[in-house]
């Protein structure tokens, strides 16, 4: 369950102390979470039953039983995908990303994928934002665009991508690129080019996420999570066809033009 709390504490700093306190309960102490009521769990803690609410509205859910059932869903979809149970090792690598591309393909929604292309040939300058694992796509994309004679970047400092998101204008498009659409830093950069006119667009591997709230163009991936012990094994490559996808069209209508 990492990538799920990983996405949960993001929101840590923003709790006061009692909300820390539940939130850090439930990341330690997942079985017990999903094994109790919310009365239990307020007798466990020494919390009144409106904190762990509030905690849990705070972090993105509608209430404790929402969070209850984020957990339980996240918890089987883990033990579905584990990739190391030696008996299914390479089926289920196969399986994984079979499903990721098939789901992305369904994904695909062409009108979309004119729309970002019309707004790379119209833009003057296109940003795309990644952090971590989702950043070489956004590489790869840029190296692609500015072989096409489109003035674009990628880059990797936390403190460069905040500064640009500063001095981008209206005529511009900022790509933003993330697994889980939740990471605090991609929100924030969202936040900012939202207040100087950016036009921006979201590419994500999981559906009903923050950033694609904050955007103006949302599109969608499939990215099955996947550890190998403590080891992301999460694959990437859907938000590199989607780049790709929107590449190509690209191409063909400067070669209309």
Known sequence: MQTFFKRLLQH?????TLEKQVLDFFVQNPERVLQVKLDELSKDLFVSTATISRTCQQIGFQGFQDFKYALGKNKE??????????????????????????????????????????????????????????????????????????????????????????????????????NSGETKNMLQFADIL??????????????????????????????????????????RFPLSLVLDFIILAYLKKVKDY
């Open 77 to 178: 979809q883990e033990e579905e995908n584990s990739i190391t149970k030696p008996s299914s090792f390479f089926p289920a690598h196969k399986k994984r990303f079979i499903k990721d591309l098939e789901l992305t393909l369904s994904y695909i929604d062409e009108n979309k994928i004119e729309k970002v292309a019309n707004e790379i040939h119209q833009s003057t300058h296109v940003e795309l934002f990644g952090m971590g694992n989702s950043l070489p796509p956004c590489v790869d994309a840029a190296k692609k665009l500015m072989l096409a004679g489109k003035i674009c970047n990628a880059r990797e400092d936390w403190d460069e991508l905040k500064s640009v998101a500063s001095i981008m204008g209206s005529n511009d498009l900022a790509i933003l690129v993330s």
């Open 194 to 235: 939202k207040d100087r006119n950016v036009k921006t667009v979201a590419i994500t591997g999981r559906h009903h996420n923050q950033l694609q709230e904050k955007v103006h163009l949302s599109l969608h991936t499939h990215i099955t999570t996947a550890y190998f012990g403590e080891l992301d094994m999460c694959s």
């Open 12 to 16: 840590r700093d923003d709790l006061s």
